[in-house]
């Protein structure tokens, strides 16, 4: 399994664009990076998942670099609702299933 | 379209009490797996069932814990008899079968256990 390292936790205000690092050094050639948002007593929620070079969607994008042991999540403009623990995850193919491994994530703190 | 849901949302259960969690899918959703965050510790995997057949249990911990999904719909996850380390959040995901290289899972709200 890939380990990912990313910050515990970030400050940043509103209006403003957050980036993300996460560090996947030992990443594999099959697999994906995924980016996770979680609320204060909610699941995780799935924001954005990539393979290489840039994703964008609605909510934010994800820039992985031509070595792919990193990658980047940045969400644009932030608000206070943005306020919510940032899982990076690398994909744990298994034999049959798509099983998340997450780690310790980091805590995004938006102020007013 | 209804998300995942997940009762109770809170158990309160002394040790060596049996305590039933149940899972509803998004309908139509063929995967669902069960993880849990025990106090302080990191989210972790505990099964996959695709429809009704166990994939992968590999993240059970003993057999404390016993899971089903009979008819392919709905799960449950029985814990009997409960320890005080199985305290934590239970969380449930389901997924469309999109192949091995999507990682989209949608999550319900979780059961909080506490185990006193």
């Known amino acids: 399994l890939a380990k990912t390292t990313q910050p515990i936790s970030m400050d940043s205000y509103e209006g403003q664009e957050v980036n993300i690092t996460c560090s996947h050094n030992?990443?594999?050639?099959?697999?994906?990076i995924t980016w996770y948002q979680q609320f204060p007593s909610q699941g995780p929620r799935f924001i954005i998942q990539g393979y290489k070079t840039k994703v964008t969607n609605e909510v934010a994008s994800l820039f992985i670099p031509a070595d792919r042991k990193s990658s980047t999540l940045s969400l644009p403009r932030v608000s206070l609702s943005d306020t919510a623990v940032y899982y990076c995850l690398v994909g744990a193919t298994h034999n049959a299933g798509n099983m998340l491994t997450f780690g310790g994530g980091t805590r995004l703190m938006v102020k007013p | 379209e209804a998300g995942v849901t997940q009762f109770p949302s809170h158990s309160v259960i002394e040790k060596g009490q049996t305590v039933t969690l149940r899972c509803d899918p998004i309908s139509g959703h063929d995967n669902l797996y069960w993880y849990r965050r025990v106090m302080g510790k990191e989210i972790k995997f505990l099964l996959h069932f695709v429809k009704e057949s166990k994939q992968d249990e590999s993240g059970m911990p003993n057999n404390r814990f016993l899971a089903e999904r009979t008819g392919g719909t709905y799960s449950t996850l029985k814990v009997q008899p409960a320890e005080l380390e199985d305290s934590g959040v239970y969380f449930c995901?389901?997924?469309?079968?999109?192949?091995?290289?999507?990682?989209?899972?949608?999550f319900g709200p979780g059961t909080r256990l506490t185990v006193t």
């Open positions: 030992n990443i594999a050639t099959n697999d994906y």
């Open positions: 995901a389901s997924s469309q079968d999109r192949g091995r290289e999507s990682y989209e899972q949608y």
